[in-house]
Structure formats: structure tokens, C-alpha cells
T-cell receptor, first 113, second 114 residues
Framework: DQQVKQNSPSLSVQEGRISILNCDYTNSMFDYFLWYKKYPAEGPTFLISISSIKDKNEDGRFTVFLNKSAKHLSLHIVPSQPGDSAVYFCAAVAGTSYGKLTFGQGTILTVHP | ETGVTQSPTHLIKTRGQQVTLRCSSQSGHNTVSWYQQALGQGPQFIFQYYREEENGRGNFPPRFSGLQFPNYSSELNVNALELDDSALYLC?????????????FGPGTRLTVL
């Protein structure tokens, strides 16, 4: 039962353009969402998060949008840079009692110079 | 400030053996979680420890067990290894118990079961 899904295994984007990574979830108890970035041979690194009471959160080049009715979130990276090439995971938390993260399968982003 | 460290980096075991993986939390963090990441998948939650007590567990059998020590370092023990246990094992520490507290991941231990 995949409660968090990233349906695009990979995405290729030109440097300077926008990267849009998508994530869908099925569990309506999820109320906090995060994006992590992972380089080879490193652990996931926290990127940005959003609470279910918001529909948008922005941090520099990174913006996360949440559509609760559609159970969908997306990560926008503008402008994309070659250093952004990595695997991106979305994750969700149900309640704030403890930090069990439920991850999607990941999307490999490649930004071409 | 030292980040989350894990040892060993790689490990090869045979089916039926037992393995212990170690994690050193980031300074000041009292919560540690363990995740299993199979090839091509996202990390899956195994369990979480808070102040040396198991605080939550994912869908993993009892042969997966853990410990957290007073200095907040942690161990993941897996008994009776199976081929499907081959994966990257990640630990993550956070400064508090809440679900919104950022979890900081270590680089992982790659376990291969033959």
C-alpha cells in the first residue's frame, strides 16, 4: 500500500528552466509534508516543508505547493542549476506525535548545462 | 557540530546471520529513527527511539530490534538475515519528538545478504 507516490521516476531539465516534481498521497491523516534531496553515497538532506494549513511555502529557489483536495503536492525549482541534479523524495507525516516519515519512491532530477 | 554518522559503510553477510548497525546522532538530538531503503524505493520507517525507549514501529518483524544509549547513539540489530534484507539502512536524528522536527539523516550502511 503505497500511501505516498511519485509517479515520475525521472525528470530532465535544462539549466535555468523550471523543474516541477510531483507527489500524490492517499492518507487523509497526513498533515505535514517534506521534500528531501539525496546525492549518491549521502543520506537524504531536508529541503523544504509545508503544513497542511498552508497551500504554499517558499524558500529561495524552492517552492512547495499543496493541494489538499487533490491530495497532491509539487516542488518547483526556479531557476534549475546543474547542482540540483539528485534524487528528490517527498515525505509525509500523520500527526505530530512522532516523526514517522512516509516516503515516496523518489524522482531522479537531471539538470543539463 | 558533528552530523549524523553511521558505521560500517558497507557490510556483506550470509543468510541466517545476525548484524548490528550503528548510528551516532547529531549533538543535542534525543530522538533517532531507522529506515530501510531498498533499491529503487524510498526509505521505509523501521522504528523510532526517544530517550532510550522505542516510540513507534513500522511494518517490520520482531527480528528487527534496536537500542538507544544514554549518549543518544543507537544500534539496529537484525537477526536471521534474509536475502530481502539487502538494502541501505539509514538512521536519522532529530532534536525532539515532534513530527514536524526536521530529521537529519546519516549516509547509511549498505547491507548485502548473500
Amino acid at each position: 500500500d503505497q500511501q505516498v507516490k511519485q509517479n515520475s521516476p525521472s525528470l530532465s531539465v535544462q539549466e535555468g528552466r523550471i523543474s516541477i516534481l510531483n507527489c500524490d498521497y492517499t492518507n487523509s491523516m497526513f498533515d505535514y509534508f517534506l521534500w528531501y534531496k539525496k546525492y549518491p553515497a549521502e543520506g537524504p538532506t531536508f529541503l523544504i516543508s509545508i503544513s497542511s494549513i498552508k497551500d504554499k511555502n517558499e524558500d529561495g529557489r524552492f517552492t512547495v505547493f499543496l493541494n489538499k483536495s487533490a491530495k497532491h503536492l509539487s516542488l518547483h525549482i526556479v531557476p534549475s542549476q546543474p547542482g540540483d541534479s539528485a534524487v528528490y523524495f517527498c515525505a509525509a507525516v500523520a500527526g505530530t506525535s512522532y516523526g514517522k516519515l512516509t516516503f515516496g519512491q523518489g524522482t531522479i532530477l537531471t539538470v543539463h548545462p | 557540530e558533528t552530523g549524523v554518522t553511521q558505521s560500517p559503510t558497507h557490510l556483506i553477510k550470509t543468510r541466517g546471520q545476525q548484524v548490528t548497525l550503528r548510528c551516532s546522532s547529531q549533538s543535542g538530538h534525543n530522538t533517532v529513527s531507522w529506515y530501510q531503503q531498498a533499491l529503487g524505493q524510498g526509505p521505509q520507517f523501521i522504528f523510532q527511539y526517544y530517550r532510550e525507549e522505542e516510540n513507534g514501529r513500522g511494518n517490520f518483524p520482531p527480528r528487527f530490534s534496536g537500542l538507544q544509549f544514554p549518549n543518544y547513539s543507537s544500534e539496529l540489530n537484525v537477526n536471521a538475515l534474509e536475502l530481502d534484507d539487502s538494502a541501505l539502512y539509514l538512521c536519522a536524528s532529530s532534536p525532539a519528538l515532534g513530527g514536524t522536527d526536521t530529521q537529519y539523516f546519516g549516509p547509511g550502511t549498505r547491507l548485502t545478504v548473500l
